[in-house]
């Protein structure tokens, strides 16, 4: 089984900057996908990007795209959501999923909660 822990959440002002960390422990990332995503309570659960381990390519929604980053470190399992340009409309909890290769995302963790203030 495969577990997901979200890190780095917090208040920062809007033009911020914030780090999130998704630490996946059972398994390791080097396969499939790794999702990013974000909901606010009233809403549906929003994309916000990818990273695929079979060649790194990574996926971003438009909201964000330019002002979000996706990477990875393998020597720590772990991938990362370089969040630049905050603003508040990107208050929300952001969670990491992780997909296996050909399936729908299955493996979800708790969240972090980054807000944003004006």
């Known amino acids: 089984q495969v577990q997901l822990v979200e890190s780095g959440g917090g208040l920062v002002q809007a033009g911020g900057s914030l780090r999130l960390s998704c630490a996946a422990s059972g398994r390791s990332f080097r396969s499939g996908t790794v999702g990013w995503f974000r909901q606010v309570p009233g809403r549906e659960r929003e994309f916000v990007g990818s990273?695929?381990?079979?060649?790194?390519?990574?996926t971003y929604a438009s909201s964000v795209e330019g002002r979000f980053t996706i990477s990875r470190d393998d020597t720590k399992n772990t991938v990362f959501l370089q969040m630049n340009g905050l603003q508040p409309e990107d208050t929300a909890k952001y969670s990491c999923?992780?997909?296996?290769?050909?399936?729908?995302?299955?493996?979800w963790g708790q969240g972090t909660q980054v807000t944003v203030s004006s």
């Open positions: 999923a992780a997909a296996d290769l050909g399936e729908p995302y299955q493996y």
């Open positions: 990273i695929s381990y079979d060649g790194g390519i990574t």
